[in-house]
């Protein structure tokens, strides 16, 4: 497939598996699983297809299960789904790339999950900025990441490698 083509069907399954799987016909299990089949016949697709997004995809969003008969995202679901991330101990620092118009905001309230189930991190300053990029100019906040751990903050990460929290409060930021 055509670069442009992995891009939009990767489109197209994040819509399906992270936030509106009922436009397609298709329901989530509770750990956010749908039959590899049922997927294909939603989006029209072969499973070769799908196969190639799920092993070219520049982030790995979309994993299989063991026996390769369902698919779910590893993170960024805005439909309620339990991943059955188990806490692990983050590193010193993590990463959040964002705009300046939010700053303020953050500032206030800290980082929020806003639509998503978790804040998303990052373990590379490289990536917030690729994150933050997305919006404007990126601006990149450190987490204090180890502290927040040590004072009772749960850390997760997900198949993909993006670090996860509730809530970062305010005063675990630097700029
Ligand atoms: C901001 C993509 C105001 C936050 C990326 C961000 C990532 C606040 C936006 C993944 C705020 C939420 C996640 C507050 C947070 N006040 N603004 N209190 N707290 N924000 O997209 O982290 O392509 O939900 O800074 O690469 O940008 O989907 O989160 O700007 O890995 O796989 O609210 O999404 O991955 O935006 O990105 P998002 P994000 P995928």
Known sequence: MEEQQLIRLSKRMSKALRHDPARLGLTLDPA???????????????RADLDEVVENNN?????FDASGSRIRASQGHSVPVDLGLVPVP???????GTV??????????GLRPMNRHHVHLSATRDTAVAVGARRGKPVILVIQAARMAAEGH?????????WLTDHVPPGYLTG
């Open 100 to 109: 300046a118009a939010a700053l303020e905001s953050i500032k206030a309230e």
């Open 90 to 96: 983050p590193p010193v620092v993590l990463y959040h």
């Open 154 to 162: 749960e850390f997760y990460i997900s198949a993909n490698g993006v």
């Open 59 to 63: 982030k790995k969003r979309f994993a």
């Open 32 to 46: 956010g699983w749908v039959p590899v089949a049922d997927l294909l016949r939603a989006l029209g697709v072969t």
